[in-house]
């Protein structure tokens, strides 16, 4: 299983637009920051997680050419607002409707933000078209199994994902977007063999977990890797990375783990 992390930024992005602090200022690459977005390939099998405003940008970064299953944690402005860049994989399927795998709230998102992809195929070639579906508790696949579970964020769920490819048996944890973990979520993420945490920032937020609180929902799950995400420019990634416990890191764009 290959994991490709194509953003790892807030909903501002950092460099934040009119900021002169040490971290948006910084030369140290991993404190550049586009909105959250993932890639994972498993046994093969191109599962997208979210579309951030710079999506486009990502994928020519690091060379995302093929994209066979699209899951929408959801609806909010930075993980939503560069699904219409989806319209070169609906090229690459042979002109189909992509399937969107979501909440319900992430429907209805969705159909407000692109009412014109709403078709079993796009209407003409280089446009995009969405089929929605509801995420189930398992999407069984031939490459593996997606587990999903709902997290609390703020007046919305978000989908969190939990991946475990058939081949090698390897589990992988994705809880972006959320304040804290429900029981249910943290049963599932157990034996993991490595997780993602939202962990916004060294402060308290209402609906995100900080770093803090990050740091404690790893130790619960007991992972022997945990990448945090979602990062403002409160974190500055080399000096804020020497403090922190163990086993657990800050992801960046561009990182990539091979499981």
């Known amino acids: 299983m290959e994991v490709i992390f194509l953003g790892t930024g807030t909903s501002q992005g950092v460099p934040m637009i009119a900021c002169d602090c040490a971290v948006c200022t ?3 690459p991993r404190n550049r920051r586009t909105r959250t977005s993932l890639h994972v390939v498993m046994d093969g099998l191109h599962v997208q997680m979210d579309a951030a405003p710079e ?3 990502q994928c020519l970064r690091e060379n ?3 994209l066979d299953v699209f899951i929408l944690t959801h609806g909010h402005a930075d993980h939503i607002a560069g699904m219409d860049d989806l319209r070169r994989f609906c090229d690459l399927i042979g002109g189909q409707a992509l399937t969107v ?4 709230e992430g429907m209805g998102r969705v159909l407000a933000m692109f009412p ?3 078709s079993e195929r796009p209407i003409a070639k280089g446009y995009a078209a969405f089929k929605l579906v509801e995420m189930p508790p398992v999407l069984d696949l031939p490459q593996g199994t997606v587990q999903s579970t709902l997290l609390p964020h703020g007046g ?3 989908l969190g994902l939990i991946f475990t490819e058939r081949s090698s048996g390897k589990k992988f944890v994705y809880y972006t977007d959320c304040k804290r973990l ?3 979520a943290v049963a599932l993420a157990r034996g993991a063999d490595a997780v993602v945490l939202d962990g916004l920032r060294p402060l308290p937020h209402p609906s995100h977990m900080s770093i803090d609180e990050a740091v404690a929902a790893a130790a619960e799950i007991g992972a022997p890797r945990t990448w945090l995400t979602h ?3 409160l974190t500055d990634h080399g000096p804020a990375e020497a403090a922190l416990p163990a086993g657990i890191k800050f992801a960046y764009d561009g990182l990539r783990l091979t499981l």
């Not at 795998?101 to 319900?104: G, L, S």
């Open 116 to 118: 014109y992809a709403m």
């Open 26 to 28: 910084s030369a140290d």
């Open 101 to 104: 795998h979501t909440t319900e």
């Open 156 to 158: 919305v769920n978000t």
């Open 182 to 184: 429900p029981r249910e």
């Open 64 to 66: 995302i050419r093929r």
């Open 55 to 57: 999506f486009r940008l």
């Open 231 to 233: 990062l403002t420019h």
